[in-house]
C-alpha cells in the first residue's frame, strides 16, 4: 500500500507540474465529426487539458452530443447554448470573451472536424519554449474521405508586416501564451468593432505580432486538416477554389479588414485611405504576405485600389 500511495503522489505530482492549457472548440452542425474531434483532444498526452465547446445554434444533435460528453468527461465545458453566431469567427470570439483564462498556461483552438495527433499540444509548446515565442501555428496535412492526404504548407518567413493582411496558417494549429491570450482578450472587449473581424486567427496573429511579441511558424504537422463540403475555409488547392480567392482579393473586400487593423493599432507606418496609401502599399507587397503567389496577388489588387481609388 506504502508502494502506491507514493506512486499515486508521485502522479499527482507530475500532474500538477504539467502545463494546464484551455481548448477553445467552436461548434455547428459538426455531429459527424465532434466525437473524433473531442476524443483526440481528451487523449493529448504530457498536458492537462480543459476543452471549453461553444455550439451554434445547430440542427443534427451536436449540442445534445457535447452535453453528453460534458456529463462524462470532467475535463469539458460547454457553454450556454441558444445564440445564433453566424459564423466561426464570431463563436470563437465567444469563447475568447466568456472562458476564464486567468488559470491557464496556454490557450489553444480547435474546429469541430479535425484529428488532433495525441503529441500536438505538448510538441508546440516545447516549440514555443525553444523559440521563446509567445504564438505558435504550424503546417497541417488535409485529409479527404476518399483517403487522399496533402501537406499544407505554411511556413514560410514571416514578413514585417505580413500579420495585417493574412493569418499565421489555420488557426486550429494555434496555441497562444498566457499574456498573448489576455491580450486577445483585452483587445476585444476594449474594441468591440472587432467582434465583426473576419477571422478569428487572422485577428489574433495581427495583435500579438502587432505588439511586439514572438510567433513561430512549425514546419511539423500534428494533425489532420479534414476537408469535406460543410468546410467554413478550406484549402485553396484546386484551380476553381483558387480562383474564388483571387476574385476575393481583387473584390477589395479584404482591404475593409485591413483598414479595422490600422484603425484600431492606430498605425502610422501603414495607411490605406487614399490612393496614394495603396500605391505604397503596393511597392512593399514582399513585405505583406509570406508567399511569392500571394505578394504578386496583393501587388496587383493594391495597384487596382490605387488607381480606382480604395472603396470604404
Known amino acids: 500500500m506504502r508502494i502506491n500511495g507514493i506512486g499515486q503522489a508521485m502522479k499527482d505530482k507530475g500532474d500538477r507540474q504539467r502545463p494546464k492549457i484551455a481548448v477553445l472548440l467552436a461548434a455547428y452542425n ?22 471549453f465547446i461553444s455550439v451554434d445554434v445547430s440542427t443534427d444533435g451536436s449540442y445534445e452530443l457535447c452535453k453528453r460528453y460534458e456529463k462524462t468527461c470532467c475535463n469539458i465545458n460547454v457553454l450556454e447554448y441558444g445564440v445564433r453566431y453566424g459564423c466561426a ?4 470570439y465567444r469563447l475568447i470573451e466568456t472562458v476564464d483564462l486567468s488559470n491557464f498556461d496556454y490557450v489553444s483552438f480547435a474546429d469541430q472536424d479535425d484529428i488532433w495527433f495525441l503529441d500536438k499540444l505538448s510538441h508546440g509548446i516545447k516549440q514555443l519554449r ?45 496555441i497562444l501564451s498566457k499574456k498573448s491570450a489576455h491580450l486577445l482578450k483585452g483587445y476585444l ?14 485577428l489574433a496573429y495581427a495583435i500579438i ?14 494533425m489532420h486538416y479534414r476537408q469535406h463540403g460543410a468546410n467554413q475555409l478550406g484549402v485553396n488547392i484546386s484551380l476553381k477554389a483558387l480562383l474564388s480567392r483571387v476574385a476575393y482579393v481583387f473584390s477589395g473586400k479584404p482591404f475593409d479588414s485591413i483598414r479595422m487593423l490600422i484603425d484600431v493599432f492606430g498605425l502610422e507606418m501603414v495607411r490605406l485611405s487614399t490612393r ?11 513585405q505583406l ?13 493594391l495597384m487596382i485600389s490605387a488607381i480606382q481609388g480604395p472603396t470604404k
Not at 500605391?279 to 512593399?284: E, R, V
Not at 504576405?289 to 489588387?301: E, G, L, N, S, Y
Request: glycine share 6%; with cysteine.
Open 30 to 51: 459538426g455531429r459527424l465529426w465532434l466525437e473524433e474531434q473531442i476524443d483526440s483532444l481528451c487523449q493529448q498526452q504530457e498536458v492537462n487539458v480543459q476543452i
Open 89 to 92: 469567427a464570431k463563436n470563437f
Open 130 to 174: 525553444l523559440n521563446n515565442a509567445d504564438g505558435y501555428s504550424s503546417n497541417v496535412t488535409a485529409i479527404w474521405g476518399d483517403g487522399r492526404e496533402r501537406l499544407i504548407d505554411k511556413a514560410q518567413p514571416q514578413k514585417r508586416f505580413d500579420h495585417l493582411f493574412e493569418a499565421a496558417g489555420p488557426g486550429c494549429t494555434y
Open 189 to 202: 472587449k476594449r474594441s468591440p468593432q472587432l467582434n465583426d473581424f473576419i477571422a478569428h486567427d487572422w
Open 209 to 222: 505580432r502587432n505588439h511586439g511579441f514572438s510567433w513561430f511558424i512549425d514546419p511539423v504537422p500534428k
Open 276 to 286: 496614394q496609401d495603396a500605391f505604397k502599399l503596393a511597392l512593399k507587397s514582399g
Open 289 to 301: 504576405r509570406r508567399r511569392k503567389v500571394d505578394q504578386f496577388f496583393v501587388f496587383v489588387a
